[in-house]
């Protein structure tokens, strides 16, 4: 059995999705994470433990390596397409609540900002940490992050942005959702994001993804 | 006018212009506007930061197209409007340059990423090629495809304006410095990866933008000339990286401490050196002074 895991998650480490798929170049031929994750089941492997010793640690591994410059985002990309893969089979236990997730990340860019690159990013990689997530998109205003909240009881907020003239609209909307929803946890991210200004505004910070995971398992 | 390459090529060092954005800002653009439906709304304030610059004593003038390529003007619904946009921010600087100046017309990254799948090859090739032609038309003699971060995406944006257009096209790209002290993109890409790729593409002048401040910009120029020796060499430099000061954006690198660094950039490899974010007109006039000096130096 932990062999099996275990080449899950090297396959969604290496970006490995499938046995058609061409990269990476030394396991052409070889099942991707599509095949593995199916063979798992079959095997009677329990679907929390694919989740949580199979595809989480593939994605953590991944985000680890994209944390020290190690690879970069195309790599984390194919990491996440292999991680989709295999996740697709779990998806009739996510339903059921056979396999249970962390808990969910509500997550958007600030209002007025339009770069989605680095929020898909983390929304791949807490995904891939065995959280949902719900993605609101780019140039969020309050209101859609308020509402995401009431149907999503108990979830985290997620907050990115690229620009600095909207690090305000960051502050405000951060501001807002903790008087509307005391004790909630928010996390704020981007290039001109310091953890001083996070710290100010109130807000749970990471300079790279992984870090957002860490962040929600803390449970801060 | 000789182009930008024969200028060079010829000895010169060239100084292009600074910030458009965060220019755009301080003029009252709010966040969430489409930047460059100001070339027709508000189309003298853009004249005149064109003109800010031509004053400050550059020879060539960016245009206020940056995200003007229709994938990114879909999400302010001005995707039909592509062209006329392109046309007026090229008609823009034109006005402002006259015709002894260069328009190298800003042609900046879609926002999206070709191996996710969302957008074809073709897409993003029409969008640049329907951006480039429509720059052209305008009044640009060249293009300045920008903050690109991946290969496949910044060869098509060179390959549509080759194509399309005859535009002297300059590219350049946006790095990082890793944890073990080297340059690569967002994507991955080294300074070496890039100039080859872009030379093949069909570039006329490659080089790097935005970033980290101008100490960096001169080891990523050294690594850019060691790879490539011959092509022209261009360097938008941001004022360093943005703080936010009690909701004031301030960029640290003054006028004064970027036109210092002016001589190691060039002798690191740059043939022209403008700026990027942060830049104002002060900082293009400190620049344009240190070239100067460094021709009266060489004569």
């Known amino acids: 059995m932990s062999e099996l895991l275990s080449q899950i998650a090297t396959c969604v480490e290496r970006g490995k999705i499938s046995v058609a798929a061409p990269f990476p170049l030394d396991l052409k031929g070889a099942p991707g994470a599509d095949e593995l994750t199916a063979a798992a089941l079959a095997e009677g492997i329990a679907p929390q433990d694919i989740l949580s010793k199979g595809l989480v640690v593939g994605m953590y591994n991944v985000g680890e390596k994209f944390r020290c410059n190690k690879v970069f985002i195309p790599d984390v990309l194919m990491s996440a397409k292999a991680m989709y893969a295999g996740m697709k089979h779990l998806r009739p236990f996510f339903q059921s609540g056979q396999v249970q997730r962390k808990g969910t990340l509500v997550i958007g860019t600030a209002a007025g900002d339009l770069h989605d690159i680095g929020k898909n990013l983390v929304a791949m990689i807490v995904e891939g940490g065995g959280w949902e997530v719900v993605d609101l998109g780019v140039d969020v205003p309050l209101d859609k992050f308020v509402k995401a909240v009431e149907s999503n009881p108990g979830c985290s907020v997620g907050i990115s942005t690229l620009l600095t003239t909207t690090m305000s609209n960051m502050q405000k909307i951060t501001a807002a959702l903790k008087e509307k929803f005391p004790g909630i946890s928010v996390i704020i991210g981007g290039a001109p994001i310091t953890k001083e200004f996070a710290d100010k505004i109130g807000a749970g910070y990471s300079a790279d993804p992984q870090g957002a995971v860490s962040f929600l398992n803390s449970g801060k | 006018m000789k182009t930008i390459v024969e200028t060079v090529k010829a000895g010169a060092v060239l100084v292009s212009d600074g910030a458009w954005g965060t220019f755009l800002h301080k003029k009252g653009l709010e966040p969430g506007q489409c930047p460059e439906l100001w070339c027709i709304t508000r189309r003298s304030d853009v004249l005149d930061i064109a003109r800010s610059y031509v004053a400050a004593g550059a020879d060539m003038i960016e245009s206020n197209s940056f995200g003007a390529n229709r994938l990114k003007l879909a999400h302010f619904g001005l995707d039909s409007r592509a062209k006329e946009i392109n046309r007026a921010a090229a008609e823009v600087s034109r006005e402002a340059a006259g015709p002894n100046r260069h328009v190298i017309a800003s042609m900046g990254p879609t926002g999206k990423i070709l191996m996710m799948g969302d957008v ?138 970027m036109a210092a660094l002016v001589p190691q950039l060039v002798s690191a490899g740059a043939n022209v050196v403008g700026g990027c974010c942060g830049t104002t007109p002060a900082h293009i006039a400190a620049m344009k002074k240190a070239v100067h000096g460094l021709i009266q130096a060489n004569s």
């Not at chain 2, 944006?157 to 990082?176: G, P, Q, S």
């Not at chain 2, 073990?180 to 030379?199: E, F, K």
């Open chain 2, 120 to 257: 074809s090859e073709n897409e993003v090739y029409d969008a640049f090629a329907e951006q480039a032609t429509a720059l052209a038309d305008g009044g640009a003699n060249a293009c300045c495809i920008e903050t690109m971060t991946a290969i496949d995406e910044a060869c098509l944006a060179v390959r549509a304006a080759a194509d399309n257009t005859k535009l002297e096209i300059i590219a350049t790209f946006t790095f990082d410095k890793t944890m073990d002290n080297t340059y690569r993109t967002m994507m991955g890409v080294s300074p070496a990866d890039m100039a080859s790729a872009l030379v093949k593409a069909g570039a006329h002048v490659i080089g790097t933008n935005c970033g980290n401040g101008m100490e960096r910009m001169i080891e990523i120029v050294r690594e850019i000339r060691a790879a490539d020796g011959k092509t022209p060499i261009l360097v938008h430099a941001n004022a360093g990286l943005p703080e936010n000061k009690d909701g004031d954006i301030v960029f640290p690198e003054t006028p004064g401490m």
